[in-house]
C-alpha cells in the first residue's frame, strides 16, 4: 500500500464501492500518464540549455586547439 500514491488508492476505493472499477482504473492511467509526459517535458526542457552550454564548450575546445599551434607557429616565423 505505501508504495501506490494515495490518490491511486482512493481512486480504486471509489472505483469498488460503485462497481466502476475499470472505469476508474482506466481515468487513473491516463492521469499518471498525463503527469509522466508533464514531467518528462519539463526535465527535458531543463536539459535543452545544458545540452547547448555543452556542445558549445566542446566546439570551443576544437576551435581552441586548432588554433593556438597556428598562431604559435606564425609567432615563431616573425620573430
Not at 8 to 31: R, S, W
Amino acid at each position: 500500500h505505501s508504495v501506490l500514491p494515495t490518490m491511486f488508492m482512493e481512486l480504486v476505493t471509489m472505483g469498488e464501492e460503485d462497481n466502476q472499477l475499470p472505469k476508474m482504473m482506466a481515468d487513473a492511467a491516463t492521469n499518471f500518464q498525463r503527469e509522466r509526459d508533464e514531467k518528462l517535458g519539463s526535465m527535458l526542457a531543463a536539459l535543452e540549455p545544458l545540452s547547448t552550454v555543452l556542445v558549445g564548450g566542446i566546439v570551443a575546445f576544437i576551435a581552441f586547439a586548432m588554433f593556438v599551434p597556428i598562431y604559435s607557429g606564425l609567432g615563431e616565423l616573425g620573430g
